[in-house]
């Protein structure tokens, strides 16, 4: 059976500070650098939702685009998108909100709502890239065990 | 080793199946399924398999790669009405995941006279859409 890929990207701006209590203040400054800025920064993230499976033999397509835009707006944007990651997303209150942070987060929210949004379809997700500046890129794949199929 | 020659071309489309209801086509294709129809800045990234040559240090003729990307692919379908001009979207619906497999389709053959292999077909709708298709 074909099997396809379908990449979707999304954009959102978010602020950040890279500070773990874990660590003294100079250990955190050193590993951190100017991420570590006591007031945050932040970033125009690019997010890149890939799902795969077998185009549908009627529409031709994997899952209708609407539907995607909408479960990434509902489960991950509005979360996200002008939102301090370490004071208003819940799961940073304990990590260190780090692109491979973010993605994994990103990628098991995903996860978790795929299968009530998207049971009847074959369409599977595959992986999460979130491009944090122009030049650093995180890719997680998402974990087959809480695919939908 | 892999190397990815890409190329643009431009098309109109409109995506809608008349075995589906009209409700049906605006809930799964969007504005897509506007039956006046609509068009896009495709670019393609085609990615071939090898070894270099031993000799000349390639894996392909590049020009080879262009000639057949040109005549396969950009000659039948740049400034095309994809569902009026190129078959099969008189039948199917072009959508980015049917063209995509349908590109690899067209090239497929054409690559097994060259040393390289087709191995991936990347296919950007826009720039916030792409889909791969690596083939059965």
Redesign the interface.
């Known amino acids: 059976m074909?099997?396809?890929?379908?990449?979707?990207?999304?954009r959102f701006s978010a602020s950040h500070r890279l500070h773990t209590p874990a660590l003294d203040e100079a250990r955190n400054s050193a590993i951190y650098g100017k991420c570590n800025n006591p007031y945050g920064h932040g970033h125009d993230y690019l997010l890149e939702v890939t799902i795969a499976g077998e185009?549908d033999a009627?529409?031709?397509?994997?899952a209708?685009?609407?539907d995607l835009d909408r479960f990434v707006e509902r489960v991950i944007l509005k979360a996200v998108a002008h939102r301090n990651l370490n004071t208003e997303v819940a799961e940073f209150s304990m990590l260190v909100p780090t692109t491979e942070n973010l993605a994994a987060v990103v990628a098991a929210r995903l996860a978790e709502a795929w299968p009530a949004a998207f049971a009847a379809r074959a369409a599977r997700l595959e992986k999460v890239r979130i491009h944090e500046t122009k030049r650093n890129i995180f890719e997680v794949r998402v974990d087959p065990a809480v695919r939908s199929e | 080793m892999l190397i990815t020659r890409k190329v643009e071309f431009s098309a109109s489309h409109t995506c809608w199946n008349p075995l589906l209801d009209g409700a049906t086509n605006e809930a799964v294709y969007g504005g897509e399924a506007n039956p006046q129809g609509h068009g896009h800045n495709y670019v393609l990234e085609v990615t071939l398999e090898g070894e270099p040559d031993p000799v000349t240090g390639m894996i392909v003729d590049l020009k080879d790669v262009k000639q057949v990307l040109e005549q396969a692919i950009v000659a039948p379908m740049d400034h095309r009405h994809l569902n009026h001009e190129v078959p099969p979207f008189d039948r199917i619906v072009p959508t980015a995941e049917n063209l995509t497999m349908e590109i690899w389709r067209r090239l497929k053959p054409r690559f097994e006279a060259t040393p390289a292999r087709l191995r991936l077909v990347r296919l950007f709708e826009t720039e916030d859409l792409y889909v791969e298709y690596e083939g059965l």
Request: glycine share 6%; no cysteine; hydrophobic share 30%.
């Open positions: 074909p099997q396809v890929r379908v990449t979707r990207r999304y185009p009627v529409t031709g397509r994997l209708p685009l609407q």
